[in-house]
């Protein structure tokens, strides 16, 4: 993503298709409790979703004993899914913006970061852009905790000094791509290198086998409760329902460089986007529709633009059909339901409380860009993801919250 300019910084100091669960658990889940706060710090999330959204379409990135899987619970922030994460001996417990549309781990937006016995700062500066945000910082070492059988020795972490857009956590820890760590930490005055991943480490130190991250996200009307489950090494079984179906990582610059993949997307009987390559991102908090397959959807659902919240709004949900996402030769449908915000926390985004807002939004560039959706966290609490790097590919499933009504 863009490198902040350079003053700042001084003054900081085709698609392959497997229809079975293939990874598999072998050993009892570790499940780790967090609570749940609902924070979106004044920004529309529209305005925040699209800001993102266009430094990821720009492919900007900053320049300067074995268990089969672990799982790391995690919580529902409305803008984003965060977990608890451990860095330091005697360690400090940060909330950290579980994101896959990145991969630099970073700490101290909100509680600092403080130097332990375990830790090592390399004096490197190290800078990410986020588009709806960025960071500045020292890049150390240091053991990180994801639970008590997930510690990551000598991890690479960002210790901020100076950061924007991140009121209400401490920082992100990436699970994105490793690729997109290069060029991100910088010694001084110059160099760069590509900074080992959470799973990158978790790998390498012989803590998990494989290279994958199992999501699930539930639906909550509820600005306090327990709703989201990392899964490291493998997938929880427990959380979808039948059969996994995988797809490579497409080929299509921009979307390539994140965990993208191919789709079509149709409402009703109709066809609103070509098979086209977009990413799945839990960092974002809508679903992202390229401007002319946007269109097509308001003019299907009849909604209008509320200038409050900044999302659609109908005055009945009966104007609703199911929203098709064609991935691997299946549909993933959101129900007219699973379209709605949910109507408990309106008044959280700024609404009024019986109102029936969207998650679709506009991506704020037509389609054949390389990146024409998002497949945001209103997506992702519907279905099962997986995210496997050892196989260069993304997977997904049913779970028992495809067809809920909680909105």
């Known amino acids: ?40 710090g004044g920004l529309k999330l529209i305005e925040h979703d699209q800001a993102r959204a266009r430094a990821l379409i720009a492919g900007r990135k900053s320049k ?115 690729d997109l760590t290069e060029g991100t930490v910088q010694s001084f005055p110059g160099g760069s290198s590509v900074v080992p991943t959470v799973t990158n480490n978790l790998v390498s130190q012989g ?27 493998g997938v929880d079984s427990s959380k979808f329902i039948g059969d996994l179906t995988f797809v490579n990582v497409t080929t299509i610059s921009p979307a390539s460089e994140f965990w993208g993949i191919d789709q079509q997307v149709s409402i009703g009987s109709s066809t609103i986007l070509s098979t086209t390559a977009g990413i799945v991102d839990t960092g974002t908090t809508l679903v992202l529709l390229a401007t002319d397959a946007y269109d ?3 003019s299907a659902t009849g ?28 549909n993933f449908s959101l129900t007219p339901n699973a379209q709605i915000w949910p109507r408990a926390l309106n008044t959280d985004i700024g609404g009024t409380a019986d109102a029936i807002y969207l998650i679709v939004g506009d991506l704020g560039t037509d389609s054949g860009e390389g990146l024409d959706f998002i497949n945001g966290m209103t997506f992702l609490e519907r279905f099962y993801s997986v995210f496997d790097t050892t196989n260069n590919r993304v997977g997904f499933a049913s779970t028992p919250f495809t067809n809920a009504t909680t909105n």
């Open 303 to 330: 909604a209008t633009l509320d200038q409050t919240t900044g999302l659609l709004t109908v005055p009945s949900d009966s104007s609703l059909v199911n929203l098709d996402f064609l991935i691997g030769g299946k």
């Open 296 to 298: 097509q959807y308001v």
């Open 64 to 178: 300067l004993g074995k268990r089969a899987s672990e799982n790391v619970t995690v919580e529902n922030q409305a803008v984003s899914y965060v977990a608890t994460v451990a860095v330091g001996s005697p360690a400090t417990d940060f909330s950290l913006i579980v994101d896959t549309g990145s991969s630099n781990t970073w700490v101290g937006a909100g509680e600092r970061f403080k130097e332990t016995s375990t830790t090592q700062c390399s004096g490197q500066l190290v800078e990410v852009e986020y588009g709806s945000g960025f960071f500045i910082g020292e890049e150390c070492t240091d053991t990180v905790s994801l639970g008590p059988d997930l510690v990551i020795k000598s991890q690479s972490i960002g210790a901020a000094l100076l950061s924007e857009g991140f009121e209400g956590v401490d920082g992100i820890i990436g699970l994105g791509p490793v």
């Open 207 to 233: 803590t998990i086998a494989i290279e994958v991250v199992g999501v699930s996200f539930e639906p909550t009307t509820s600005d306090s409760a327990l709703n989201g489950v990392l899964t490291f090494g």
């Open 1 to 40: 993503m863009g490198k902040l300019p350079s003053l700042l910084v001084f003054a900081a100091l085709t698609s392959l298709v497997l229809s079975s669960p293939v990874i598999e658990t072998r050993e009892p889940l570790v499940h780790l409790p967090l609570s749940r706060r609902l924070k979106t």
